[in-house]
C-alpha cells in the first residue's frame, strides 16, 4: 500500500495551492479518502474526507468554505483543494484512507492507511 502525497510549497497568504494523493496497492474506490495535517508541537488534525464514491464530503470547522477535498477513482488519486490560505495552514499535510469512511468522526483512530506528508508553507 502506498499514498504519496504532493503538491506542498511556500505560498504567501491569500494564494492557493492544490495537494494531490496518489495511491497504489488497494482498491482505492472502497476507501473513503482524507487529509490531516500536523504544525510543529501540535498533534496531527483532521482537515477533509470523501466517501469512496465522492457523494459525501466532511470538513473541519478551520478548512469550511476554504478547502475543497475530492477524489478520481479512475486515477486512484484524492485531491485538496486549499484556498484563501493563511499562515496558521502552515503544517505537514498527509493523506488517508478509511475503509469504512469514519474519518470526519473518529479522526486519526480510524485512518488505515497514512500517507507521508508535504510540506505546506503560508507567509504572511
Known amino acids: 500500500v502506498q499514498l504519496q502525497a504532493s503538491g506542498g510549497g511556500l505560498v504567501q497568504a491569500g494564494d492557493s495551492l492544490r495537494l494531490s494523493c496518489a495511491a497504489s496497492?488497494?482498491?482505492?474506490?472502497?476507501?473513503?479518502m482524507g487529509w490531516f495535517r500536523q504544525a510543529t508541537g501540535k498533534e496531527r488534525e483532521f482537515v477533509a474526507a470523501?466517501?469512496?464514491?465522492?457523494?459525501?464530503?466532511y470538513y473541519s470547522d478551520s478548512a469550511k468554505g476554504r478547502f475543497t477535498i475530492s477524489r478520481d477513482n479512475a486515477r486512484n488519486t484524492a485531491y485538496l483543494q486549499m484556498n484563501s490560505l493563511k499562515p496558521e495552514d502552515t503544517a505537514t499535510y498527509y493523506c488517508?484512507?478509511?475503509?469504512?469512511?469514519?474519518?470526519?468522526?473518529?479522526?486519526?483512530?480510524?485512518?488505515?492507511?497514512w500517507g507521508k506528508g508535504t510540506q505546506v508553507t503560508v507567509s504572511s
Open positions: 470523501v466517501t469512496w464514491s465522492g457523494g459525501s464530503t
Open positions: 496497492g488497494f482498491t482505492f474506490s472502497d476507501y473513503g
Open positions: 488517508a484512507a478509511d475503509f469504512v469512511c469514519v474519518l470526519a468522526t473518529m479522526g486519526t483512530y480510524g485512518v488505515d492507511y
